[in-house]
């Protein structure tokens, strides 16, 4: 069978940049997208931001510290995802196989097209750039996890092509952060032991990779030698979403971790809005001083997209946790999705319901 052509995008600081485009005087400027108040992160900021050391997920308080000058914007949700509807119709007027993987990234197959991949990018920059006024790094390969590493090789406007024959050795000087499926924990672990590049992970065994990934550990075996069957999915189900913080110190203060719940609540329930979808599964993550994660879930009656009932659920979460140690990380995420609203009527509703049918 002949080689899959694989092409991922990822649009070059897209907040940031579409911020720019909005108001030509930011262009050049280091600008920071994120939450407002003490304890707000950074969802991203512009190449002149980073080159301050400030990065996405860093708090918000700490970028100000790295970059006094920078301009702080607030995210600006509708307008981004009014933006990323633009950028995935060129996708689409390419080929209909584009996967969706975020707002601002996707993967293209292109095999069946029989065009040079190159100039089927270049098109996509061109009209990208033409249209809505913003760049974006892509690369080509054989297939997904080989795409993405290379779509991040050379940013921004960047371009890369991964071949078969250069694996598995472009791949060894890599962190093992680049592969896509090792968590931070298991970073932490590989750390320990020595390990921090592909070429070093390169020589565990298979056993060895199901120790420390579990049941991912045959895939990423694979993945690092260039082995990835992965299809492009057209139909990408959104199984969760969620935000979390790190705070600058440590706290117990369940009026600050409400506090801060209650953002997360409200941004949550507006992307379900926009999306016109409801949750049933509300889920609180803590992270404590000894780094121990904990995480509870509450599965409601009825699916809901309620900012009041998301934040009073993620409330009586946090108030059944012990917190007997400082609190280093919260998190909030939303489950379990239907974009049809129904309740789940008890035998008592149900007779009250044919009761009241009887009756008129």
Sequence with gaps: MDK?????????????????????????????????????????????????GVHSAMPMFIAKQLCPKGIYLPVRHNRYSEVSKKVFEILHSITDLVEAVSIDEAYLDITNLNENPIQIVNIIK???????????SAGISYNKFLAKIASDWNKPNGLKVITEDMVPEILKPLPISKVHGIGERSIERLNEIGIYTIEQLLKLTEDQMIYYFGKYGIEIYNRIRGIDNRLVSTEREMKSIGRETTFPSDTSDKEILKEVLTDFAEEL???????????????????????????RSKTLKDYTNSFKEVKQTAFEILDNYNIDKGIRLIGLSLSNFTNVRYQQLSIFDWVVNIKGKEEV
Aim: proline share 3%; glycine share 8%; net charge positive.
């Design 126 to 136: 061109k009209r990208i750039k033409g249209r809505l006024g913003l760049t974006l």
């Design 269 to 295: 329930t507006n992307s379900l809005l926009e999306e016109s979808i409801y949750a049933k599964t509300i889920t609180v993550k803590i992270k404590t001083q000894d780094f121990k994660t904990h995480t």
């Design 4 to 52: 899959r052509v694989i092409i991922h995008v990822d649009m070059d600081a897209f907040f940031a940049s579409v911020e720019q485009v909005d108001n030509p005087k930011l262009k050049g400027k280091p600008v920071i997208v994120g939450g407002d108040g003490p304890r707000g992160v950074v969802s991203t900021c512009s190449y002149e931001a980073r080159k301050y």
